[in-house]
C-alpha cells in the first residue's frame, strides 16, 4: 500500500488567470483575439478585484465593528465595498465613470457612491471612523497618491485600513509600507500591520477558499488629527497665493483665515513638503 504524499500549499500563490477568446466582427483584419484577464486592480477591461471575499466574519477579521462609517476609496468594481456593506456602513469613491456607473446599477448595501479621486474631496472631521481600501494600486502610484490619501484618513474617528492579497514581501507592497511608515512618524500617529486569513469565493459555485490578507492600520490620535486638519486647510489655500503675493504675506493672510498663528502655517508647509518629497523618493527607489 502507497503512503499518502502531504503537499504544502503555498497560500499567497496568485490564482491562475482566466482566459477568453473574444470575436471580432467581420471584416476585421483579426477573426478573433486572445484576451488575458488578470483580474488585477486598476485595469479598465476587468470587471473583478484579485480576490473577492465571502466571509460571514469579515469585518471582525479585519479589525472593523457593527456600528462603524467608512469611507471605501478607490472602490474599483465595488466587489469589496459590496461584501463590507453587508455587514457595515459603506461610503464608496472612485475617479473612473466606468465603474462608478457600473456601482450605482448593483450596489448592494452601500449607503453613496460618489466619482471622486481618493486624496480628495471635502474636509470632514470625525465623518467616518475609517477609510478602508483593497489594494489601491492605481491610486497609491501616484507620486503623492498615498500621502493625500494618509493625511485625509487621519482626520477620521480611527484613521486609515488597507488590505493586500500579496504577500509583505512584494516589493510593491514594501514601499507602500515606507510611505506609510514615513506618514506615521510625520504625524505621530501609529502604523500596524497583520496578516489575517478570510475565506473568498472559489472559481465554483459556493465554493469558499482560505486565503491570507496583508492588513496595515494607520492609526491616528488627537494631536494627528489636528496637524492633519490645518495642513489640509493651509494646503487648499496654497493655491489661492498669486505670484506678485510675497511668501510672508501669505502666510499672515492664512494664518488669519484659519486662526491659527503663523508658526503652526510654517510647520504646517514643512510637514506637507517632507511628505511630498518623501513619497517622492521611495517611489525613486
Known amino acids: 500500500m502507497k503512503k499518502s504524499r502531504l503537499v504544502k500549499m503555498d497560500l499567497w500563490k496568485p490564482r491562475r488567470s ?13 477573426r478573433s483575439r486572445k484576451v488575458l484577464k488578470r483580474f488585477y ?18 469585518i471582525q477579521k479585519v479589525g ?17 465595498a459590496k461584501a463590507l456593506a453587508e455587514q457595515i ?3 464608496a469613491k472612485d475617479p473612473s465613470q466606468p465603474h462608478i456607473q457600473n ?25 467616518y471612523h475609517w477609510s478602508v481600501s483593497f ?39 514594501r514601499t507602500y509600507r515606507k510611505r506609510m511608515k514615513v506618514m506615521a512618524k510625520i504625524y505621530g500617529a501609529k502604523l500596524e500591520e497583520k496578516i489575517v486569513e478570510i475565506e473568498i469565493k472559489g472559481d465554483y459555485k459556493d465554493q469558499t477558499i482560505k486565503h491570507p ?10 494631536e494627528a488629527r489636528r496637524k492633519a486638519l490645518i495642513d489640509l486647510k493651509v494646503e487648499r489655500r496654497k493655491y489661492s497665493q498669486t505670484k506678485e503675493q ?3 504675506e501669505w502666510i499672515k493672510n492664512t494664518a488669519k483665515n484659519l486662526r491659527i498663528s503663523e508658526k503652526e502655517v510654517r510647520e504646517s508647509l514643512k510637514r506637507i513638503k517632507f511628505a511630498e518629497r518623501s513619497g517622492l523618493k521611495t517611489i525613486a527607489m
Open 18 to 30: 482566466k482566459t477568453e477568446y473574444l470575436k471580432m466582427p467581420k471584416g476585421s483584419r483579426q
Open 41 to 58: 486592480t486598476g485595469w479598465e477591461e476587468t470587471f473583478s478585484h484579485t480576490i473577492v471575499p465571502k466571509d460571514s466574519q469579515l
Open 64 to 80: 472593523l465593528r457593527q456600528g462603524q462609517k467608512i469611507q471605501y476609496f478607490a472602490s474599483f468594481v465595488g466587489d469589496w
Open 89 to 91: 456602513e459603506v461610503h
Open 103 to 127: 456601482l450605482q446599477k448593483n450596489k448592494g448595501k452601500i449607503k453613496s457612491v460618489q466619482r471622486q479621486t481618493a486624496g480628495y474631496g471635502a474636509i470632514l472631521p470625525k465623518r
Open 135 to 173: 489594494e489601491p494600486f492605481p491610486a497609491f502610484r501616484e507620486p503623492r497618491g498615498l500621502e493625500d490619501v494618509a493625511r485625509r484618513s487621519l482626520i477620521n474617528i480611527k484613521g486609515m485600513k488597507v488590505f493586500f492579497s500579496e504577500p509583505p514581501k512584494n516589493k510593491e507592497i
Open 213 to 222: 490578507l496583508v492588513v496595515f492600520n494607520l492609526i491616528t490620535n488627537h
Open 246 to 248: 510675497k511668501r510672508s
